[in-house]
Structures are given as structure tokens and as C-alpha cells.
């Protein structure tokens, strides 16, 4: 039995040597999966020390490929979210930032569990590619100062071998293993800075807002101890972001506030991740002068224009981009109504993430197909009065299975009450952490 496992089991510090020698181990499948796994555990439950946290991450990035990303000038910012649901935020937020001349490589995501992936919202269009090479993301990134992509396997591999065994041994939950995950994955990609988006609430992957903290104060400081300026953002979950919660669903709305529309929330929570992107590439002193620019991008339609050229890049049809009426929608339609008069008191995300994945929105597992056209568009919203009989939401889904599945989750996500609850402020920034 290797002693390392023993020491961490113990409360233990790991030396650099030998925590370089299990992730490389693990990554080249020389360490067998069971002993990785029993080390995982035990830092479930011990945690690793600052030091530790900081190799084992540099050990993450060293697995693999790292981009350099030094030709194309500015400080490149990125932006990542823990998941929620109806975040289709980065899909209106990256070009606005492009457009007022910060870099933004962006690598994203599938959906996973009951929150969505801004790779599967993307895959809506069609002809859309997000598996790009490396010489290809930076050629997208130089000529539209945005590229989005997917995860390639080049890049920090040990730590997608380390996901697939903590997702088979309950050991995802844990703040210094997820805060390396995300950050190892950031800084082979070539970023210089990076917003996070720590949600927190009902439909949050950690729903406690301590928690989320705790995981936030950990991202800010190991990515300042690797090099990597990154301001984290708590924010509301407890209700969907927007009305729409599905795939091609989401990407309408955030075209709908490219264009100067869409929910107030959403263009809100766009201006705000914005103006915090431009403080982090320099491009202003501060983030009222940042929301400004941001504003201004929306106002002109040049973060549109840079959504535009960046999907005709990586070989996307820029009809739907034009008329968003022609992407995907689900043949089949219910509407959910208010059973009694009153005021809306809670939307349950998690319940509503929940039910849309089960309609085919994300996956159960891995290898499951999404269905870009199905979801839920929201009516009603917390704060808002209802009739009896009022539409709060319409379902659309492609197959009647499916939707009796979802039911039983969708329908009580929807809570009526007597009194007027306080309406959720627009802004969703429940704290900065720096
Ligand atoms: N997302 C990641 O990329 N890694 C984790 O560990 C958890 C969420």
C-alpha cells in the first residue's frame, strides 16, 4: 500500500515530490484507479494545505499541452461559471467583451447534472464547431478577438481522468479538488485573468451560499498563486436566469440582448461579468467605466457583430444568428397554469433543471443526445401576481414519455403563495470576492 495514501488518511501534508508523482501517475494510468480513488476520499475529508493545493494544480497543467497565446496582444480574460440554470450568459458576454478589445478565450462545457453547457447551447446552430485544434482556437481567437470551444484533450488531461474517477466514487464535493479542476483546465488554455461566476441557491451545484464562498475565496487565491488574476462573483440561483431554460431556447435570448432586448436580469448580470472582464484586462480603470463600454457594445450592435463572426469562423449557419426563429423548437407544447390566484412566490431550479434535462435538454449520462429544442420558456417569474389559470410557463418537448417524466418535477417548481414575496433586486451579485 503506497504511504501516501496513509499520510493524507491521517491529516498529512504530501510532499511535491510525491504529489507530482500521483497526478503524473494517475494521468499516464500507472497508479491504479482504486488507490487515486482512496487518495480522493481522503481529501474529501482532510483537504489539502495552500502548498499542496498549488502543486497538485501546477501538476494538473503540467499533464499536458499548455497554449501559448502570447501573439495575439492584450491580456486575455476568460470567464467560467460553476453551472446553473437558464445561464446562457456567456453566449451574449463574451462577444460584448471582444468587442470592446479584450481577448476572450473561451472553453466551455456539456451540460452536466440538472445545469446546462454552453457547448451544447452553441451546438444549436447548425454546422457549429466547438472541437477545435490548437492552432485553429488561436486563428478563431486573432480574427474575431472571441473563440468558443470545447475542452480539448490535449489540455490538462489528468484532471479528466480525475473527474471520471470522482464522479464514480462520490468525491466531486470537494472545494480544493473542484477549485484545481476548473483552474487547471484556465490555465493551459491560456488565459491571463478570469471572472468567476460562483452561483449559489436551489438550482447551485454547491446550493449553500458558505460553501460557495469558501469555494470562491480558494479559486481567487490558488489562481493568484499560479499566476492567474481572477476576481469571483457569488451569485443568485434559486430561480432560472431569463425566461428561457433549454438550448436553442437560450441562445435566442442572448441574441434578443446582443440586440438591445431580452430579460433585465440577464442583461444586468451580461453588463456586470463585463465590466469586471474589462477592469481584468485593463482596458479600464473601473467597472463603472467597464459597464459603460459594455453598454455601448450592446447599443452599437458590435457585440453582435463579433457573435457573427466568430460563429461564421468556426463554420456555424448565420441564419439562425439573423432570425432566430429559425433555430430549433420542439414540436410538442403544454402550458403549465397557476392552479390559484396569488403572487408567485418560488421557481425551484433545481426542480426546473431537473425536469428540462429529463425532456432532453442535458444528459442523464454521458453518452445521452441532447435535443436542442426542447425546454421551458417562463412566463411568469418570483414577485409577479397571478390568475387562477394564468400561463406561468410553456413547455416544449418532443416526446410524450419524456414529458411524463418531467412533470412530476416541473409542476411543483412552481409555487403560488398569498402574499407578495420581495421581488428579487435585477442585479443577481450577491458579493465580490478579490
Ligand atoms: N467543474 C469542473 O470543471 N470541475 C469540477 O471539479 C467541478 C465542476
Redesign the pocket.
Known amino acids: 500500500m503506497p504511504t501516501w495514501i496513509a499520510c493524507k488518511r491521517d491529516g498529512g501534508e504530501l510532499d511535491d515530490g510525491a504529489l507530482r508523482t500521483i497526478v503524473d501517475g494517475a494521468s499516464r494510468g500507472v497508479i491504479p484507479d482504486y488507490q487515486i480513488s482512496a487518495l480522493l476520499m481522503a481529501i474529501v475529508w482532510r483537504g489539502l494545505s495552500p502548498r499542496e493545493l498549488a502543486t497538485w494544480l501546477d501538476a494538473m497543467v503540467a499533464s499536458g499541452d499548455r497554449l501559448r497565446l502570447d501573439r495575439i496582444p492584450g491580456i486575455k480574460v476568460d470567464k467560467h461559471s ?2 446553473g440554470v437558464g445561464d446562457k450568459i456567456s453566449l451574449c458576454l463574451a462577444p460584448l467583451v471582444a468587442a470592446c478589445d479584450v481577448p476572450v478565450p473561451m472553453m466551455s ?1 456539456r451540460s ?1 447534472g440538472h445545469t446546462g453547457g454552453t457547448l451544447d447551447k452553441l451546438e444549436s446552430i447548425p454546422g457549429f464547431r466547438t472541437a477545435l485544434e490548437p492552432r485553429e482556437f488561436e486563428r478563431v481567437l486573432a480574427k474575431a478577438g472571441l473563440v468558443l470551444a470545447g475542452q480539448s484533450a490535449r489540455l490538462a488531461p489528468a ?1 479528466r481522468l480525475l ?1 471520471a474517477l ?1 464522479d464514480a466514487t462520490a468525491t ?1 464535493e470537494s472545494i480544493p ?2 477549485a484545481s ?2 483552474l487547471a ?1 484556465k490555465i493551459a488554455e491560456g488565459a491571463d485573468a478570469l471572472v468567476m461566476d460562483v452561483k449559489v441557491g436551489c438550482g447551485a ?1 454547491l446550493p449553500e451560499r458558505g460553501r460557495a464562498r469558501a469555494l470562491a475565496r480558494t479559486i481567487v487565491d490558488l489562481g493568484g498563486r499560479a499566476g492567474l488574476r481572477v476576481i469571483a462573483l457569488l451569485t443568485a440561483m434559486d430561480q432560472p436566469i431569463g425566461r428561457a431554460v433549454g438550448n436553442a431556447c437560450e441562445l435566442r435570448e442572448a441574441i434578443e440582448v446582443l440586440r438591445g432586448d431580452g430579460p433585465a436580469d440577464t442583461r444586468a448580470l451580461t453588463v456586470r461579468l463585463g465590466a469586471e472582464m474589462l477592469v481584468l484586462g485593463g482596458r479600464v480603470p473601473d467597472r463603472r467605466n467597464g459597464a459603460t463600454l459594455i453598454e455601448a457594445a450592446i447599443a452599437s450592435g458590435a457585440g453582435l457583430e463579433r457573435l457573427r463572426k466568430c460563429v461564421a469562423l468556426q463554420g456555424g449557419d448565420l441564419r439562425v444568428i439573423d432570425d432566430p426563429s429559425r433555430l430549433p423548437q420542439a414540436p410538442r407544447v403544454k402550458i403549465i397554469r397557476a392552479r390559484t390566484s396569488g403572487w408567485l412566490a418560488r421557481l425551484d431550479a433545481g426542480l426546473l433543471g431537473r425536469g428540462t434535462t429529463i425532456l432532453g435538454a442535458g444528459r442523464l449520462r454521458k453518452e445521452d443526445l441532447v435535443n436542442p429544442g426542447v425546454g421551458i420558456e417562463l412566463d411568469r417569474k418570483v414577485g409577479d401576481r397571478v390568475e387562477r389559470g394564468d400561463p406561468l410557463a410553456t413547455v416544449r418537448f418532443a416526446d410524450d414519455a419524456r414529458w411524463s417524466a418531467a412533470r412530476p418535477l416541473l409542476e411543483p417548481a412552481f409555487v403560488v403563495g398569498p402574499k407578495r414575496v420581495p421581488v428579487h433586486p435585477t442585479s443577481l451579485v450577491l458579493e465580490t470576492i478579490s
Do not use: A, C
Open positions: 460553476t453551472g462545457g452536466l484532471d473527474y470522482r466531486v479538488l473542484i479542476s476548473i483546465k451545484f
